[in-house]
Nanobody, 114 residues
């Protein structure tokens, strides 16, 4: 059974940084792209960042230049480094993997507030 577990969320002041981690079990991530999504109350879940199996990255417009997605295939992990955080980055952040089907983690809360 494939499981994804996010960690690293929390409360941070504007301008601060957080690093999210996504641990994957039950499937090797190496052949697949890894994704981070986020969802704020009353809004749709949106793509934040994506990294392909070859290391190519794509970012949502609102986070480009501030967030960095990475992966460690040996550890079966994906990461999201978030810098210069803003109140509008407040959301639950989800890790997503699609093999022959889609898998989501339970999410980790990120709150940016002074």
């Amino acid at each position: 059974q494939v499981q994804l577990e996010e960690s690293g969320g929390g409360l941070v002041q504007p301008g601060g940084s957080l690093r999210l981690s996504c641990a994957v079990s039950g499937s090797a991530i190496e052949p697949y792209a890894m994704h981070w999504y986020r969802q704020s109350p009353g809004t749709q879940r949106i793509l934040v960042a994506r990294i392909t199996n070859t290391g190519e990255t794509n970012y949502g417009r609102s986070v480009e230049g501030r967030f960095t997605i990475s992966r460690d295939n040996a550890k079966n992990m994906a990461y999201l480094q978030m810098n210069d955080l803003r109140p509008e980055d407040t959301a639950v952040y989800y890790c997503y993997l699609q093999t022959h089907r889609a898998y989501w983690g339970r999410g980790t809360q990120v709150t940016v507030s002074s």
